[in-house]
């Protein structure tokens, strides 16, 4: 099973920050990497998609960089609606696995 | 638009079994793979099965092979997860997902449901 490693576990932000979030594969996993945002009481959101390309209809102030093991989600500046949890997600080997989530919260 | 409609959660005593469902619309339902994730109260994300758009492959984690059984009926655009031999770890908010590439069992999800909570509990 490839585990996948988030850091920081919490982030505490003013909005218009830049932020950066870490999301680390056990072992290889090319680009197959997404990331989400879950808000309190929704489900998640695709914010990313094989590590780098932004999912229909998501602002151009969140990026993805990163292959093989180390990944980034990159918010340029943050909005007072982009504090919530963040998930990555590796979709090279079954099972299917999420990492443990990196909250973002206002300072 | 897509929509995904969970339906079948609930209280079930340890032992248990329930079956959960999702309706969908708004995309062509036999060419996605179909995904169940769960998250238990308070914490993260967990994969637990897949279903290939036409039902003939499906994937399961460790955890719930053998007790759970997810299946597809394409005719009515719905997928189905069957849970038996429940246990107070299996106690989530369960998520119908919808693929996000066409005809790839291995894939992100770009549509969820609303979750259906399931407590496993006495």
């Known amino acids: 099973e490839i585990v996948l490693t988030q850091s920081p576990a919490t982030l505490s932000l003013s909005p218009g920050e830049r932020v950066t979030l870490s999301c680390r594969a056990s072992q290889s996993i090319r680009s197959f990497l997404a990331w989400y945002q879950q808000k309190p009481g929704q489900a998640p959101r695709l914010l990313i998609y094989?590590?780098?390309n932004r999912a229909t209809g998501i602002p151009a102030r969140f990026s993805g960089s990163g292959s093989g093991t180390d990944f980034t989600l990159t918010i340029s500046s943050l909005e007072p609606e982009d504090f919530a949890v963040y998930y990555c997600q590796q979709r090279s080997n079954w099972p299917l696995t999420f990492g443990g989530g990196t909250k973002v919260e206002i300072k | 638009e897509v929509q995904l409609l969970n339906s079948g959660g609930g209280l079930v005593q340890p032992g248990g079994s329930l079956r959960l469902s999702c309706a969908g619309s708004?995309?062509?339902?036999?060419?996605?793979?179909m995904s169940w994730v769960r998250q238990a109260p308070g914490k993260g994300l967990e994969w637990i099965s897949t279903i290939s758009g036409t039902g003939d492959s499906t994937y399961y984690i460790d955890s719930v092979r053998g007790r759970f059984a997810i299946s597809r009926d394409n005719s009515k655009s719905t997928v189905h997860l069957q849970m038996k031999s429940l246990r107070a770890e299996d106690t989530a908010t369960y998520y119908c997902a919808k693929g996000l590439n066409p005809l790839h069992d291995t894939s992100y999800i770009d549509w969820w449901g609303q979750g259906t909570l399931v407590t496993v509990s006495s």
């Open positions: 708004g995309f062509t339902f036999s060419s996605y793979a």
């Open positions: 094989d590590a780098s």
